[in-house]
């Protein structure tokens, strides 16, 4: 009876071993695994948008050349494409770039609306060709803005969790900003034929 009782004990033993070892392997290995996953999604997604503002930086010297064929007096315009390149292609940080992006965004809605009173232009096919590719680009970086802003969002909520935090704040894990339009970026150019 003896040898019986000090088996089940022994077992019991064992099963809250495997049990408590089990939970810590889980907690020290699993957690801190999932944390990296998370937070490489969200450089790759990051490297992703970098590709796609690049492609769009440069696809605009031949947008600008274009229209300088037809429309070389619409001096301010390049000027203001060019620095907003330059400070957007200077960007270090995510917040940077969002800067950069807004003024290069402005700056082409402005470019467009200038093509508005140059009817050759719109119909010149290279003009035409460079335009779709550039629509093109757009569409590509909001669909990566949408997949960084996902994968943030959810790296953001794995290191909240509170199971998470302790592991998340001694790793040095912190919590990424969304890739978000500025309020002047919502703010449609006005387009007057007057």
């Not at 315009?77 to 402005?106: D, V, W």
Request: aromatic fraction near 8%; hydrophobic fraction near 40%.
């Amino acid at each position: 009876m003896a040898e019986k009782k000090s088996f089940s004990i022994i077992a019991v033993l064992a099963v809250l071993l495997v049990v408590i070892g089990g939970g810590l392997f889980w907690y020290f290995i699993k957690v801190p695994n999932k944390i990296v996953v998370l937070h490489e999604q969200v450089s790759a997604m990051e490297a992703e948008i970098d590709n796609q503002l690049q492609r769009r930086s440069d696809l605009i010297p031949n947008l600008v050349n274009t229209v300088k064929g037809y429309a070389s007096q619409e001096k301010e315009i390049f000027t203001q494409i060019a620095e907003a390149r330059s400070k957007l292609a200077g960007g270090n940080s995510l917040s940077e770039k969002m800067e950069g992006n807004t003024e290069l965004n402005s700056a082409l809605s402005r470019l467009l609306v200038i093509v508005e009173n140059y009817p050759n232009l719109k119909s010149d096919a290279n003009f035409r060709s460079l335009q779709d590719q550039l629509e093109g680009t757009e569409n590509r970086l909001a669909t990566a803005r949408r997949d960084y802003n996902l994968a943030v969002r959810n790296y953001n909520i794995m290191i909240k969790k509170k199971i998470y935090k302790g592991i998340a704040d001694k790793e040095g894990y912190s919590e990424k900003p969304l890739f978000s339009a500025s309020e002047a970026s919502k703010v449609l150019p006005e387009v007057n034929f007057d």
